[in-house]
Each structure stands twice: as structure tokens, then as C-alpha cells.
């Protein structure tokens, strides 16, 4: 899944490389992503120019001429390609915008779990998912702030991180990146949370997006679809050495998704679900 550190990386490519370009041909191949509000996108795109490109939490936000947003929300398998047209057309391509620079703008998704919404501006709102977010993970919202916004969530603290309600733009991965940062247990329920967790909690989230958007920025390129998770400290990394401990990185999956994290480094008592 594309979090904060890629979306950042890619919002700003895009606003480097795709705004400013016309929409020459707009061609639909995988119609159940498309949610428009604004009718046939393969005739209302055309002739409409990219003028802004922005991110909230896990939407990315294309701004057209006219009164047009694209507002893209990839989940688990969606992502971008900004390309040749020659280059050779995926199987996992839903959607292709030719663009008068000379490129293309295709939206994959091999599962078809994402969203491309395109709407007017007034109607942005009416997205779903997309209000009701919280502030995003690189807005430095103050540790009160942060505090009380976890007050009205109960349950483990990282589903109620990557849930985005409480910050936006953390998934999977960086949920336990930032657990990791932090030392504290995964599965450690938000009521059991001291304040200097809380603490931890608050000042790792933002500085694991802020390290990891670095990287991801040096290496990604260009390739818009390119997840760069090696770099990481714990996700994934089930059996091999914490870096700050040595010890053996645990792994659990739960509900398909994985979560790892270091036993010694994240001590707590592992409930079953
Ligand atoms: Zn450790």
C-alpha cells in the first residue's frame, strides 16, 4: 500500500512534471475504479489542464482547468506510472490519460481495490473517506493535540493508527515502523498507554515519515509505482535481527496483514484475537 513517505514523493513529481500539461485522450480499460460525478471522463478530460497536484492523507488530489478534480485513493494495490507512450501498456492498467508533453499518466491497480474519483470541487467533500481523515502525519500537530484526538479511540494502538482517523497517511508498514521508533508493543491497547508512550508515539510518527519520505525521495525516480520498503527497520522482516537489539524480529499475521516488531525492544503480552 502506498503511504505518506510514496504519496508525498509522488504528489510532488506530479506537480513537477504533470502540471501544466493538457489532457489529450482519456481511455478507461478497467471501468470499476472510475467513480465519476462529472459524466464521461473519455470526453470531459479532454482539453482540461493539470493545475495542481496535492495529498490528504492517502488521496492524492489532481486539480484541473475548469472546475475538475481527480482524487485518487489507491489502497492496497493501486499506483501511478508516468511514462512513454510507446512503453508497453500493463495488464494492470485501468485507466490512461495521454498528455500533450508527451507522456502518459496510467492508474494501476492489479486487484482493482483503489478508487479514481472525478468530481467538481464542490464535491470533493462528498468523496468517501476523504473528510473524515485526520490532520495529516506530517502536519506538526502538537502533542495535546494528538493526545485528544486518541481519546475517542479504544482498541490497540496500531489499528487506531493506521485506521487515519486520528493522524492520516499511515498504513501497514509504517504503523510498525513507527511502533518500532517508538518501543512500544503493537498490540498494547490505547488505555494502557503511559504518557511518555504517548509521548514516543506522537514524536515517531511524524519523524519516521519525515526520514522515511527522504529515501523514498532519493531513490524512487520517476518509477511513480516503485515501493521501496527494504530500507525499513522491522516491517516484513520477520526472523531477521532487530538493528537495535539483535534479537529476532516477530512476525504475526493477523486479518492478512502482517505485524512486526521486536519482542525485547516491544515488550507486551501478546492477546489473541
Ligand atoms: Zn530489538
Known sequence: MPEAPEMEVVKDFLAQNLVGNEVLEARVLKPSVLRSLQGNIQQDLVGRVFTDSSRRGKFLILTLSGDRVIAINPKLTGGLQYCRPKQRVLKRTCILLNLSGGSHLRYTDDRQMGVFYYVSNDQLEDVP??????????????????????????????????????????????????????????????????????????????????????????????QLDHKMRDFLAVHNKGGQECPDCGNKISQITANKRITSYCRRCQPGMLIKN
Do not use: C, W
Open 129 to 222: 473517506g476523504l473528510g473524515d481523515q485526520g490532520p495529516d502525519v506530517l502536519d506538526d500537530i502538537g502533542l495535546e493535540d494528538f493526545k485528544s484526538r486518541l481519546k475517542g479511540f479504544h482498541g490497540e494502538i496500531k489499528g487506531i493508527l493506521t485506521r487515519g482517523r486520528v493522524l492520516s497517511g499511515i498504513g501497514n508498514a509504517y504503523a510498525d515502523e513507527i511502533l518500532f521508533d517508538a518501543k512500544v508493543y503493537p498490540f498494547k491497547r490505547r488505555k494502557q498507554l503511559s504518557s511518555d508512550e504517548l509521548r514516543r508515539i506522537h514524536h515517531s510518527s511524524r519523524q519516521v515519515i519525515v526520514d522515511a519520505t527522504s529515501v523514498v525521495r532519493e531513490r524512487m525516480n520517476g
